[in-house]
Structure formats: C-alpha cells, structure tokens
C-alpha cells in the first residue's frame, strides 16, 4: 500500500515495517496527544482503534462527535498492563480473573463494575466498562507512552464497516484526528469478544477471535446471546447497547447465502447470479478460494462487450483466519465495484465462524438465503 493519501506528514508515524525495538519511542508524540486531550488513530491487532484520553471526558466526546456515535454506546478501555486495571475497574471475581489471565493480552474484552475514576461518558452512563488489553506492540506502547487507559472504538463512522488499514479509515476520520499511526493491515480483522460475567457464566455480547469453545475451556461453562445470530426485535433487552444499532453495512445491496453443504452453497449462489445477469444485473461474489475458483470457471465466458466482466469475484482466502482478515476491506471494495447485487458466502458459525457470521448477517441487514 502506497501512504501517498496522506497530506500531513506532522500527523502521521508509518510503523509498518517495525525492525528495531527502539523504532517504539516514536510513539512519545503519540502518547502526549493522547495525555492532552487529542484524537489518535492506532492500529491494534483487531482493527484499528479512533483513542482518546480514557480518563478525561472532553477528550471522550470528541470520539463520539468524529464516529457520529450514539451517546449511549460505551466504549473500550484499552490498557497497558495489569496495574491498570485497578483503577478503572472493582469487584472482580475469580471468573473474571481466570478469563483475563488466559486472554490477556489479546482479542478479549471483559466488562467489569467501573470506579469513580472512569467518566460516565466512557460508559454510556452504565454503571459497567469494557476493559481489553490488547496485544499488538503499538497499541500497549502507546498506551504506555499516554500513561492513561486509551478509550477507543473501532475506527469508523458508526454503522460503516471497521477500519482494518489507514487508507480505508483515512477517507473517512482523515481530517477528525490529530494524529495517524499506521501499523499495516490488522492481522485477525474482526473486532474483539465481549464477555459479560454474570452469577459465575460468561456470556457472549459479542463473539471474536476467541471462540465460545476456549472461554468455555476456561470457565467450564458459557452463553452465546442469543441477539448474536439473531435480528434484534423493536423491543428486545440488550446485555450490550451496541447490539441495537446497524453495523458494517456497505451502501449496495447485500445477500448472505449458506448451507451446510458446499455443493448445494455454489448452485444457490449461482441461481442468484444467474438471476442477476437475466435482469441485465452485475453482481459481485464474496466467496472461500475454493468457491472463487469454480464461479470464475463457470462465468468465465460472462464478458461484456467492452470486455469487461459481468460477475465479480473476490477470494477471500482458504481459511476462517483468511476471512476474518479481509471481511471489512472487502466489504469497503465491493462498494466501490459499481454493482447492483453484493453475494457473500456464509459459513458455519462455529468457532471463529461465529464472529463472521454476525458480522456478515448484519452486513447483509439479516437478508438470508
Ligand atoms: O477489537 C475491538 O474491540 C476494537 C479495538 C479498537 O479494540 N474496539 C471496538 O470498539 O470494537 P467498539 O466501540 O466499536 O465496540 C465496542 C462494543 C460495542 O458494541 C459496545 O456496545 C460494547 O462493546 N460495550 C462497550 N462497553 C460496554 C459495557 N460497559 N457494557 C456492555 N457493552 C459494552
Ligand atoms: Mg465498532
């Protein structure tokens, strides 16, 4: 990826290729404008996080003004390391502990009682904070450098997909920010699990790269809320404000298909292809390698007079991982194809295939075959 996007070189730190330990101490800069009440973009190992001061509730609202967030959707501390946690957080119990002892740092947000200290603004007004230490490098020195726990949602404005590399989140949040961290391509491209524990069981707000098998590993037992796989009624009570508002949702119409059997999955995808090219529709298929492969076979001969060709295909790899990394920059590509239908393959929800099962149903507003 080329940085040429970006116009204001004061504001930007290119960590992409980190070679030498010592090449952190740049982030001192970063960390002041965090410390002063400034916005900082910084990738971690999810995707990329829009920070603020965690503690200071001007710096706060400056977030949700750039997002265009609602006020009562809290959001993540971010900290550094343990001694951290002390100040922001009470009452944890043994559940708690054991889930962040084997998480930690990583994928895992945990939501905990807040102290005084936390600003009401962080929490949406609850009572409750989410509280993850991440593991990318970046992330933790900055947060070391900023000497504050980092509250930060992910980096886009609300209801867009998440930002996974500075170009796609520069279009958008580019001007919002006082200052850029660019770390490269966000390796696990989905969001972190949120866990709430409740009389001793983890319940999933939100599932990530840690599954519900490995937490359930840990705690000997666990609940998938149910709002995760399924739509959100005009009156349903939610464990997670977040779970009520639209998400990832490109601006071309979607269409999530799945079954069981791959087999079956190709001749569904390609009746709603076919579909599409009888109505003088161009639609786009966001598939595993081995789904890319076979439609490109089959519509190979599908060109366009200028030759230019009439179904798009994007292979989004051979793995979950795979998918999980390039789901939101796919999301963002497929909406600027210029298509009128946007195909994307399901998979079984199970392990990381839960997390990209809700991302994908509400990409596709719930619209399923
Ligand atoms: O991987 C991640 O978690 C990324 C990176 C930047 O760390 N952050 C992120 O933040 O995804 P955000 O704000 O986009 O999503 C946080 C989710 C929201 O759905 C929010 O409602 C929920 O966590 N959440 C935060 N605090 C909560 C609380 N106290 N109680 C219930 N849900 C909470
Ligand atoms: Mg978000």
């Known amino acids: 990826m080329n940085n040429s996007f970006v116009i204001d070189k004061d504001k930007y730190l290119d960590l992409r290729d980190i070679k030498n330990v010592s090449e952190y101490l740049k982030l001192e800069k970063a960390g002041q404008i965090i410390k002063n009440g400034g916005l900082v973009l910084f990738p971690t190992e999810t995707v990329y996080g829009l920070g603020a001061n965690g503690l200071d509730a001007e710096a706060v609202k400056k977030i949700y003004t750039a997002k265009g967030r609602n006020s009562d959707n809290p959001l993540i501390l971010h900290i550094s390391d343990i001694e951290m946690l002390g100040k922001i957080a009470k009452d944890i119990s043994d559940v708690e502990f054991s889930l962040m002892n084997a998480f930690w740092p990583g994928p895992f947000t945990i939501i905990l009682n807040k102290t005084d200290l936390v600003p009401s603004v962080v929490a949406g007004g609850l009572d409750t904070v989410g509280v993850r230490m991440p593991s990318n490098e970046?992330?933790?020195?900055?947060?070391?450098?900023?000497?504050?726990?980092?509250?930060?949602?992910?980096?886009?404005?609300?209801?867009?997909p998440s930002g996974t590399n500075i170009e796609d989140i520069y279009q958008e949040l580019g001007d919002k920010v006082d200052y850029i961290i660019d770390g490269g391509d966000c390796n696990i491209g989905v969001e972190s699990t949120v866990v709430r524990v409740i009389d001793g069981v983890p319940h999933i707000l939100r599932p990530g790269k840690i599954t519900a098998e490995?937490?359930?590993?840990?705690?000997?037992?666990?609940?998938i809320d149910k709002h995760i796989l399924g739509k959100l009624?005009?009156?349903?009570?939610?464990?997670?404000?977040?779970?009520?508002?639209?998400?990832?949702?490109?601006n071309t119409k979607c269409v999530l298909v799945y079954d069981k059997d791959n087999s079956t999955l190709q001749n569904k995808i390609k009746d709603i292809i076919d579909n599409c090219l009888s109505q003088k529709q161009k639609p786009l298929v966001m598939c595993l390698s081995e789904n890319a492969k076979y439609f490109k076979d089959v519509y190979s001969k599908e060109l366009n007079k200028d030759n230019s060709?009439?179904?798009e295909i994007f292979d989004m790899g051979v793995s979950l991982d795979d998918m999980s990394k390039s789901i939101f920059t796919d999301l963002r590509k497929a909406d600027k194809c210029n298509v009128d239908l946007i195909i994307i393959q399901g998979v079984s929800p199970n392990g990381l295939g839960l997390a990209i099962m809700n991302r994908l149903l509400r990409a596709c507003n719930y619209n399923v075959i």
Do not use: C, T, W
């Open 138 to 160: 970046i992330a933790r020195n900055l947060i070391k450098f900023s000497n504050v726990p980092i509250a930060a949602p992910s980096a886009n404005i609300s209801g867009r």
């Open 214 to 223: 490995e937490i359930q590993e840990i705690a000997g037992n666990v609940i």
């Open 233 to 250: 009624e005009a009156d349903s009570k939610v464990m997670s404000p977040g779970m009520k508002y639209k998400h990832y949702a490109p």
């Open 309 to 311: 060709n009439n179904v």
